[in-house]
């Protein structure tokens, strides 16, 4: 080893280490944000080395340099604003938008490498396998990730999206990446083997994802950011570079147990979520088991949820996905203020699932001036049902259905608010539609329970002026 | 095999296994954050992209290096920049004493 290549080795070897430090730190709230610089710092480490090591080698032309510049600036010039500018509740298609170029970078340095290297000669088994599983899982995560980004923005249908031939097409797709596969490995001097892998991916992720509903969808990013860490590290085998290898193997074991917990927290199989698409059955959720329709429900007014609060010691308010749909937060950390001041003991309860992914709810409050400590998770907030006075539930649904607790229906097991426990329970909804299980939800027509239908964001501002009213 | 093969496997293979191990037993609440971290990290790509720039000498493959440029460097850049303005609002200064609940910290 030269002596440039000693200290590149070890260079790396420290930058993979920040990346596993930094990744450790990030398990706790207060090391977090110090565990992400350690990780952006291994990463800077790593790219001042490979400039290094270019400059040295000098056989980059100055086309290279201009094409290498050109591409990284647009790219970090994009990537900032669009991460700088994006509001919180816009985070999770962000996400899956930087995954998909992730994805498409390691793709794209599979396709070099096949083409420059290896048209005209023979190919090693150490090559051309890493070489067509970077392409093969690049161009899958690239179109998946690109859709779920799609979905989860809106701008394609969240429902899940099928037609008559899909699963055909999808059967069509795998055939056709194992065809070029060993087609790519067997025969290296043509492009067409290539063309064909990459197509056949590209398409296999569309078809994979687009039949996945929208409430699934953050499960689904999760695991793409998995197989994208996956597409990377074999990127790492192809350009013989080891900082890839253990970047990439990293980010594809710790997103699949990522991808594991977030299904688990939502009561999901990671199986059933994908097969949810080219399974057998439709993706039908919706067993009915349980509930009729609720008749007996209380409806209730601004004014008087605004005398409730004002009067009560202890109020727990449960945000769901409704309150980030709304964009409520600010009126709900206006109203929790409000009520803080006048000495009233105000908690937030938050279902792992709460928001559009695991996680996002704390985002969103904290987006808000939340402070961490009023943030309650499950098993804490439960402990505290007992003696709350007034329980606001805005926007959820399913994680407070106490049919979760009983056998044979579609939320069976699945953890929930123990809401019906405390003294008094308002709900802020819409309408008395089921929420994404399709379970009735007989927390609704219990004794404590009233119903407040409205827009989440409107029924907040009405009940603040109540509240005020009370107050004073 | 080749010993630099199986070198790479051998620390490919311990890598996945650090993975699983560090990051067991998330607390939900940082789950979103982790997911965009460790989305920063793939964009180690990035060094991909230098090395392939390198090598480019026509303008098929220009192309190609100026794509996966500018795909890692999405990638890294919003990938850390995004995470960090999500974690910083955890670690924001409290404007409001909290005098209940000191004991619910984790």
Partial sequence: MSMLKTI?????????????????????????????????????????????????????????????????????????????????TDVPQLVSLFNAVGGGAAATIG?????????????????????????????????GSLIATGKLSGHVAGKPISFPGDKLINGIAVLAIIVAGIWMIGFPSAYWPM????????????????????????????????????????????????????????????????????????????????????????????????????????????????????YAHNVMIVPGYGLAAAQAQHEVAELAKLLTDAGINVNYAIHPVAGRMPGHMNVLLADVNVPYDQMKQLDEANSMFENTDVSLVIGANDVTNPLAREKGNAISGMPILDVDKSKSVVVIKRSMSTGYAGVQNPLFSEDQTSMMFSDAKKGLQEIIAATKGYLD | MSQELYTNLAI?????????????????????????????????????????????DNWYFYLLAFLAAFFAA????GGYTVTDRMLGMFNRPKKQPNPSDKGGDK
């Fill in chain 2, 12 to 56: 490919f293979v311990l890598s996945l296994l650090v993975g699983f191990e560090v990051m067991s037993k998330i607390p939900s609440t940082l789950q979103t954050p982790m997911m965009s971290g460790a989305n920063a990290i793939h964009g180690v790509v990035v060094v991909g992209a230098f090395v392939i720039a390198a090598e480019a």
């Fill in chain 1, 195 to 310: 063309i064909l892998a990459l197509a056949a991916s590209l398409i296999f992720g569309l078809l994979m994802t687009l039949p996945i509903g929208g409430a699934d969808m953050p499960v689904v990013v999760s695991l793409l950011n998995a197989f994208t860490g996956l597409a990377v590290a074999f990127a790492g085998f192809v350009i013989d570079n080891q900082v890839l290898i253990i970047a990439g193997a990293l980010v594809g074991a710790a997103g699949t147990i990522l991808t594991l917990q977030m299904a688990e927290a939502m009561n999901r199989s990671v199986a059933n979520i994908i097969a949810g698409g080219f399974g057998s059955g439709d993706s039908d959720t919706s067993t009915g088991a349980g509930a009729e329709v609720p008749t007996n429900i209380k409806k209730t007014t601004p004014d008087d949820v605004g005398m409730q609060l004002a």
């Fill in chain 1, 111 to 143: 396709i070099f490498d096949y083409t420059h290297e290896a048209l005209g000669t023979s190919l090693s088994l150490a090559f051309s396998i890493p070489v067509l599983l970077d392409i093969i899982i690049g161009g899958i995560t690239f179109s």
């Fill in chain 2, 74 to 77: 999405v990638n890294v850049a």
């Fill in chain 1, 8 to 88: 590149a080795s070890l260079i790396y070897l420290l930058s993979a280490v920040c990346y596993v430090m930094g990744v450790h730190m990030m398990r706790s709230p207060k090391t977090a944000r110090n565990g992400n610089l350690l990780s952006g710092l291994g990463m800077a480490m790593a790219v001042v080395m490979i400039l290094i090591e270019i400059v040295a080698k000098g056989q980059i032309t100055l086309i290279g340099w201009g094409v290498l510049f050109a591409g990284l600036l647009i790219g970090i010039l994009y990537g900032v604003i669009k991460a700088r500018k994006v509001p919180m």
